[in-house]
Structure formats: C-alpha cells, structure tokens
C-alpha cells in the first residue's frame, strides 16, 4: 500500500487503510488532535476508531454528505503515515499491578531464553501503549513492549480464561476484561478491573493510554 486509502463506511463515517499499525497509531493520534482542535472538517467527529490496520472516523447522528465531503477533503489534505513512532506521551502511564503467577510463565521463560525474574522485569521495565481495543469490551490491545517477550499465541486455547489475565501473544501484551476463551500465554494476573459499567468510561484503557506493569507478586 503506496498511502493511505479513504473508503466511505456507510452515511457518516470514512474508514482510512493503512499499511500497519505503526501508520495506525500516528493517524488516530493526529486525527484525536484535530477533533480536540475543532479544525476544520473534524468539528463534528464523534468516533475515531483505531483497528490493526484501519482507523474508523464516524460523524454525528446529523451530519450529512457535506459534512462527510468536508471530512475526505480533511483527510486527504494531511499526511496521516507520517511519524509512526509508537511511544508517544499522552499524560501520565496507568499502572497495573500485577501478581506474576500466570500458568504460562513458566513456558513463556522457556521460549523467550530468559528465566522467569527476567521475563517480569522485561514485562515491567518498558512502557506500552493502547494500540486499539477489541475483542471484548474493555481488551486492550498493547504495544511497545520489550522485544524479547515476543511469544506466539498458544496451540491450544483455553476455554475461559478467568477475569484480570495478564497476557502476551506476538508483539501484544493485554489484560482480559472478564472471563473468556483466550489463546493468549498467561504471566499473571491482576485486581485491577479494566472494565467496569458502573464506570464513566467503562473501559479503563483507551487507544493512546500508555500503560505501566508493576510486580506486585509478595516478595
């Protein structure tokens, strides 16, 4: 892919394809700028949506086709591949605590060549940063991690995995939001909930958050 690609995504919105997710990150930061701006052609933008290669950018329930014309003109007039450096400061890290005692550790040691202390000081000695969520409501996926704990998903997923998993897989790193079926290898686990309806936002971790993990194992 040369550029980025404009496509019309129904009446209000414009997905952007992207070549990864490097171009992912800097387009979605770059255009939440702008929203926060008000500049022109992103006043009425509502949504911007990062994926692993796309970037949904959704207009008000009123908005019309002028509205969207205003929006491609916008997006086509900036250079949205520019600066994909993922680690950006986007305010003070959130810290998850996390009990290193996941049923994978033992395994993820084994495959990264490092011995378990190690594998949690690489967990917890680099920052990352919410690259996009889904999956479940409130799974964030996150990057910018020690290179080292690059480990494939599991051959065999579990059934459920339990509520405040600490889990990698490929350059990934992510918490489980609740009980769920996950392929992902198990490091530990949190109390920390990530998704909670009863709070405004229900999901504490949001595209361009930049996460800490911090041992809280006893000891």
């Known amino acids: 892919m040369s550029g980025p690609v404009l496509r019309s995504c129904g009446e209000r919105a414009v997905l952007v394809e992207l070549a990864d997710l490097g171009q992912v990150m800097a387009a979605s930061r770059w255009i939440r700028a702008a929203v926060g701006n008000a500049e022109p052609g992103f006043a009425r933008v509502v949504d911007v949506v990062p994926a692993a290669r796309t970037v949904l950018v959704g207009l008000a329930d009123r908005c019309g086709a002028d509205d969207l014309d205003r929006l491609r003109r ?64 409130g799974f964030a996926y996150l990057v910018g991690g020690d290179e080292r704990l690059r480990v494939p998903r599991r051959d065999s997923p579990r059934t459920a995995v339990p509520a405040g998993s600490v889990a990698l897989a490929g350059e990934f790193s992510a918490v489980y939001p609740r009980s769920s079926p996950g392929g992902w290898q198990l490091l530990g686990r949190t109390e920390l909930e990530v998704w909670d309806t009863r709070r405004d936002p229900a999901a504490l971790l949001a595209p361009g958050a930049r996460v800490r993990f911090v041992d809280a194992s006893p000891g």
């Open 74 to 137: 916008a997006l086509v007039a900036v250079d949205l591949a520019a600066d994909a450096d993922r680690t950006t400061d986007d305010g003070d890290p959130i810290e998850i605590p996390v009990h290193y005692d996941g049923d994978d550790l033992a395994e993820i040691a084994a495959r990264t060549g490092l011995d378990e202390s190690e594998v949690i000081a690489a967990h917890t000695g680099t920052p990352w940063q919410v690259a996009f969520c889904g999956f479940a409501p």
